[in-house]
Structure formats: structure tokens, C-alpha cells
């Protein structure tokens, strides 16, 4: 399995009021001193099913937020109560 694939399948399965750091994305897919590769991919998913609006950084401050900004992914994480 690709090192996307795998990102892709840990992020799906991040629950509702839950989140995951970019490095934690990345170590539980295999390499992880690649979060910054779970962010260019964050950045190119566009799948609905994959709810990368819960993948934060590690210092706890949100990111980016490729369908919407950052204010969007902080109103959807706090609508799920994960902030």
C-alpha cells in the first residue's frame, strides 16, 4: 500500500470530536518524520469521505483547510466538539 493510501485509510477513520496531529497521521502510516507529506496530501484530498479537517498541528493550531479556510475547519471542529 502506498504511503497516501495509508494516510488516506488512518484519516478516514479519525472519529467525530476527535483529532490527530500531522506527525501522528504520519508515524501511524509508517514514516514519521513525514508530516509534512500527510499535509501536501491533506491539501490535495478533496473526498468528502476523508474528513482532513481533523488532522491538526502538532503545536495545536489548526492549519490550513483546503475547502474553506482555516475558520471553516475550526467551525467544523467545533460543531464535532474536538476543540
Given at each position: 500500500?502506498k504511503?497516501?493510501?495509508?494516510?488516506?485509510?488512518?484519516?478516514?477513520k479519525?472519529?467525530?470530536?476527535?483529532?490527530?496531529?500531522?506527525?501522528?497521521?504520519?508515524?501511524?502510516?509508517?514514516?514519521?518524520?513525514?508530516?509534512?507529506?500527510?499535509?501536501?496530501?491533506?491539501?490535495?484530498?478533496?473526498?468528502?469521505?476523508?474528513?482532513?479537517?481533523?488532522?491538526?498541528?502538532?503545536?495545536g493550531?489548526?492549519?490550513?483547510?483546503?475547502r474553506?479556510?482555516?475558520l471553516?475547519?475550526?467551525?467544523?471542529?467545533?460543531?464535532?466538539?474536538?476543540?
Open positions: 500500500m504511503f497516501r493510501d495509508k494516510v488516506l485509510a488512518i484519516v478516514r479519525i472519529p467525530k470530536g476527535k483529532s490527530m496531529t500531522y506527525k501522528e497521521v504520519a508515524r501511524k502510516a509508517g514514516n514519521a518524520k513525514a508530516a509534512r507529506a500527510v499535509g501536501a496530501i491533506m491539501r490535495t484530498n478533496y473526498d468528502p469521505a476523508i474528513p482532513c479537517h481533523r488532522v491538526i498541528r502538532s503545536d493550531s489548526l492549519g490550513s483547510y483546503n474553506g479556510g482555516t471553516k475547519k475550526h467551525i467544523l471542529l467545533k460543531s464535532e466538539h474536538a476543540l
